[in-house]
């Protein structure tokens, strides 16, 4: 009779124990402790993909998916047939191999939910421009894309300013490869550090009367504070030069007046839940939610060289001036569909 007892009462505490809720460590100064170095890299993306039609879909189908992946990512990674020769002229070899991508290998998980976008409003699981904000957007990319006057006229990425796509954020998106996140807190600011371009960015913990002018910065001027175990991350002043942010099938604009707000709680050891909502009436016909695990990850962050020693940008002006020099217009540069 007492080891059924004893066996009831630890049924009873395991279950109590897994219906509770996790709370995060407190660091020195009381707050939820947030810090470490984190990763989005996923085989999920911002909007949902045409093999889809729900949210979520079970483990079965992601691990179909993730296998066909894998194998995909294996055949690119067979090693060149020495006898090809060299391709025809004309033909592009490409910028990178498979060895030199790191996007992840899982679909992106949340309390054990299999998500196929990040983004859960709309509920088609796609970004809701406005006709105006459709056209702006690709009139932008457009342009960046066919302009080869000075470094001044190419993407971020290109000119080692930010990264590429929306790494750097807010929103911060996940890309082709270095998707680390690194936090840092004190009693009055937290510091994430962008792996993709070695990008610090501040979060100020203070009272808004007491912030300057929201004059347009990289990455906008960011207000936030803890709302229980949540922090809440405000910002707005985005530097018009980052509202093009493109990246292959998964690419964003935000005007200068957009409002990103970004909830980081941490629900369990090994994860942080990141919500953002986009405010974007010049773009969108909606605010815009989303919702992505950040996983802890191994290791430290380690230096992002970017361009030195990389000859692409003074390449691809060289290019077109050859190409002008010849009566020729400079062919476009695939920045994103």
């Not at 493109?246 to 604009?253: E, I, N, V």
């Not at 919500?275 to 016909?285: A, C, G, L, Q, T």
Request: negative net charge; proline residues 8%.
């Amino acid at each position: 009779m007492r080891a059924l007892l004893a066996l009831a009462a630890l049924a009873f505490a395991a279950t109590a124990a897994a219906e509770t809720p996790y709370k995060a460590p407190r660091n020195a100064f009381g707050q939820p402790d947030l810090e470490g170095v984190w990763t989005n890299a996923s085989l999920t993306s911002l909007e949902r993909g045409p093999q889809f039609r729900t949210l979520t879909i079970t483990e079965a189908q992601a691990q179909q998916a993730e296998a066909l992946r894998a194998r995909m990512m294996a055949a690119q990674n067979r090693p060149s047939d020495p006898a090809a020769g060299a391709p025809a002229a004309g033909d592009d070899p490409g910028g990178y191999n498979s060895f030199w991508v790191d996007p992840g290998t899982r679909m992106g998980r949340i309390a054990g939910e299999v998500r196929t976008s990040w983004l859960v409003e709309p509920a088609d699981g796609k970004l809701p421009y406005t006709p105006a904000g459709w056209k702006l957007y690709q009139d932008t990319l457009t342009q960046v894309r066919n302009t080869f006057d000075g470094p001044e006229a190419r993407p971020l990425g290109e000119r080692c300013i930010l990264g590429f796509g929306s790494t750097a954020g807010p929103p911060m998106m996940n890309v082709l490869y270095n998707n680390h996140y690194q936090i840092q807190q004190s009693n009055d600011a937290v510091v994430i550090v962008v792996e993709m371009n070695h990008d610090a960015r501040v979060i100020r913990l203070a009272d808004r009367r007491r912030l300057p002018a929201a004059e347009p910065e990289w990455m906008g001027k960011s207000l936030g504070r803890w709302e229980g175990d949540t922090l809440v991350v405000e910002t707005t002043g985005f530097n018009p030069g980052e509202s093009l942010r493109p990246y292959f099938g998964a690419s964003l604009f935000l005007s200068p007046d957009a409002k990103v707000t970004e909830r980081f709680t941490r629900i369990a050891r090994d994860q942080i839940l990141y919500r953002f909502e986009v405010d974007d009436p010049k773009v969108y016909r909606q605010v815009w939610k989303a919702e992505m695990p950040l996983n802890v990850a191994k290791g430290p962050v380690y230096e992002y060289a970017c361009h030195e020693g990389n000859y692409s940008l003074p390449g691809i002006l060289a290019g077109a001036r050859k190409a002008e020099s010849e009566g020729r217009k400079p062919d476009a540069v695939e920045l994103s569909e």
